[in-house]
């Protein structure tokens, strides 16, 4: 599986992004997929993930109630929703997939991780 982030920018706190990632591969729609990010001098965390079939959903604290994960599986798409950003969800947002989830918010669980696209929230 190869993954392609985008749609990352500046945006002003408050304001509102949606990140994409394109998905390669006839096995695509098989994994489960996340979002994580890492802002600058910190680790890669956990944001968000949706299980294969979008049926089920997990999120991070940080991003319970703004963030929205979703999937469209006829077009090996990825989607985070992301509204009332803050200036601390600043960070390089990367997403991943995994064959299987246990724990969504481990990173040793994706296989396959696309390039990251940078998401900057001005004060």
């Known amino acids: 599986v190869q993954l392609q982030a985008y749609g990352g920018g500046l945006v002003q706190a408050g304001g509102s992004l949606r990140l994409s990632c394109a998905a390669s591969?006839?096995?695509?729609?098989?994994?489960?997929m996340g979002w994580f990010r890492q802002a600058p001098g910190k680790e890669r965390k956990f944001v968000a993930a949706v299980n294969w079939s979008g049926g089920n959903t997990y999120y991070a604290d940080s991003g319970k109630g703004r963030f929205t994960i979703s999937r469209d599986n006829a077009k090996k798409m990825v989607y985070l929703q992301m509204s009332s950003l803050k200036p601390e969800d600043t960070a390089v947002y990367y997403c991943?997939?995994?064959?299987?989830?246990?724990?969504?918010?481990?990173?040793?669980?994706?296989?396959?991780w696309g390039q990251g696209t940078l998401v900057t929230v001005s004060s």
């Open positions: 991943a997939a995994s064959p299987g989830l246990r724990i969504p918010a481990r990173r040793e669980e994706y296989d396959y």
């Open positions: 591969g006839r096995t695509y729609s098989s994994y489960d």
